[in-house]
Each structure stands twice: as structure tokens, then as C-alpha cells.
């Protein structure tokens, strides 16, 4: 019974998360940012939600069809395979690297006394294409050269043209973990003294107020992805050949992270639950209006 949890458990992620994020980009969509500054932050989160969701249906939704039905979407054909061996890595470090990019974005916006070039809507877009560009043309190598049939007939991740894919969870540590964590921390550093700094200044403390809720936020999250995501790329980068069971559940654990938007938004952004609640209030009160008509009757 044991060994069945944390195959569900990544079949419940799939399903809620794919809910949680979907109604994270709707409501993102919908909301009404009266402050300019923090308009090209919401661009970010916004692309963030749809990454979160290919997040589940790489590795995540394997360690389900695997434990339970006996096949894997990876290794069912050649294209599936290189496929899915791109959109593991890719989704996840397109994800790290747009929440540093929304962390540089608080830096600046609170850093600075003026709109400069990086907060621009328009600018924020080239942003998100440039990183995503970036990203695909790391991993473009598992499309191209990844995966070979076997002498008996099945998939291998690896093909003779392709040795580097063992390595290349070293390479997603620093990538997807190391590197824009301390780029994250280093720049929630700035932003906490900067929000100290504004607030025992009268005449930006309003600002102060305005960026405090969105900036909580992204601190929240980035505290969430050291201790949720760590842990299990340390573990599938050294020590890939520990008990199957443990590396599984570390990564329920980094897949649960892909999943946390959604609430940590309802909690920290009152913006964000007013949109919610609006949202669900107009689904409630949408009732078909009947024209009423008046029959006289005659004396």
C-alpha cells in the first residue's frame, strides 16, 4: 500500500495543479493592475503558470504510468522520447528563470525612482521570448540526437550519438537550481532593504505599501523553491542509484512546488483574491432573465 502513494500522489498533482495553474493564468488575465509598476510582474507569473503546468506531464506523470500501468510516455517511441526528455529540462529552467527575472523586476521598480527600460510591458515580452529562446537552444541537443532503440527493441534515453545525458542533471542543478536561487536571494535581498528603507520615509511610504504585497510574494516563493526543489535534483544529480521510493518522494516534493501558485497567491495577494472571488461570484449570478409579461385579464 505504501509503494502506491507516491504514484497517486503524482496523479493528483497532474490533476490539481493542472487546475490550480489554469485558473492562476485566467485570473492573472483578468486582473486589473492600477499600479504601473507592477504590471510587467504579472507578465512574468503569467507565463510562469503555463510552465508550471508542462512541469507535470514530463517525469512527474511517468512515476505514475510506470508504478501502476507498467509504461512510461518517454520511452513508448523515438519522438515521444526526445520529446519528453526536452520538456523535463526545459520546462523546469524556463520556470527558475522567469521567477528571477520577476525578482530582478521588484529590484528594480522599487530600486529605482523612475520607469526605466526592464519594466516596460512591450520590453517585459522580449524578456520572457529572449529567456524561453535561450533555454530551448540548451536543450535542443535532446531533440536532435537523444534516444535509440535497444538490440532487444526497447528505448534508451541515450543513443551512440548521445553520451551526455547523465551528465546533464549536473549541468540542470546549476542551471535549474543553484544559479537562480542565489540570483533570486541576492535580489529579495535588495528588495527587503529597499521596502525597510521606503518605509521610514514619509513620502514613499504609500510606494512602500504598493509594492509590499507582490514582493512578499515572490520572497515567499523563492524561500519555497530552496527547500522543495533542492533536494531532489541534489539527489537525482549524485545520488541517482538510492532507493527508488525516497527519489520518488523528493520529487513529489519538487513537483508539489509547481503546484503552490495558486494558493500563495489567494494568501498574500488581496488583488488576486478579489479577481478570484469576482470571477466566482459572476459564474453564481449568471441566470437566464425571463421576460416577464403582464396578462389583463377582461372584466
Avoid at 229 to 252: K, W
Wanted: with cysteine; glycine share 2%; hydrophobic share 45%.
Amino acid at each position: 500500500m505504501e509503494s502506491l502513494i507516491p504514484p497517486y500522489y503524482s496523479l493528483t498533482l497532474v490533476v490539481v495543479g493542472t487546475i490550480f495553474n489554469f485558473l492562476t493564468f485566467i485570473i492573472l488575465c483578468r486582473l486589473t493592475c492600477r499600479n504601473v509598476n507592477v504590471r510587467s510582474t504579472v507578465h512574468y507569473m503569467r507565463v510562469i503558470a503555463i510552465f508550471d503546468i508542462l512541469m507535470l506531464y514530463g517525469w512527474n506523470l511517468d512515476h505514475y504510468l510506470s508504478a501502476i500501468h507498467g509504461f512510461t510516455i518517454q520511452k513508448s517511441s523515438i519522438p515521444s522520447c526526445r520529446l519528453l526528455s526536452f520538456l523535463n529540462y526545459f520546462a523546469a529552467q524556463s520556470s527558475a528563470w522567469l521567477r528571477v527575472f520577476a525578482c530582478l523586476d521588484r529590484y528594480l521598480a522599487l530600486s529605482c525612482s523612475h520607469r526605466i527600460w526592464f519594466c516596460y510591458s512591450k520590453n517585459v515580452l522580449i524578456i520572457i521570448l529572449s529567456t524561453i529562446s535561450t533555454i530551448t537552444l540548451l536543450n535542443l541537443h535532446f531533440i536532435i540526437c537523444g534516444c535509440s532503440y535497444r538490440l532487444n527493441g526497447s528505448i534508451s534515453v541515450q543513443s551512440w550519438l548521445f553520451q551526455t545525458y547523465p551528465l546533464w542533471d549536473y549541468v540542470n542543478l546549476g542551471v535549474y537550481n543553484c544559479v537562480p536561487f542565489i540570483l533570486m536571494i541576492t535580489l529579495d535581498v535588495g528588495v527587503i532593504y529597499y521596502l525597510f528603507h521606503l518605509r521610514h520615509i514619509n513620502i514613499f511610504r504609500n510606494l512602500s505599501i504598493q509594492h509590499r504585497p507582490i514582493s512578499t510574494t515572490l520572497l515567499v516563493t523563492t524561500f519555497l523553491f530552496l527547500i522543495m526543489t533542492v533536494p531532489s535534483t541534489v539527489a537525482f544529480a549524485f545520488f541517482s542509484t538510492a532507493d527508488s521510493t525516497l527519489l520518488y518522494c523528493l520529487d513529489g516534493l519538487l513537483y508539489s512546488y509547481h503546484v503552490l501558485s495558486f494558493p500563495i497567491y489567494m494568501i498574500t495577494l488581496a488583488a488576486f483574491r478579489r479577481t478570484c472571488i469576482k470571477m466566482i461570484k459572476c459564474t453564481k449570478n449568471q441566470r437566464k432573465i425571463v421576460p416577464h409579461i403582464q396578462i389583463q385579464h377582461k372584466k
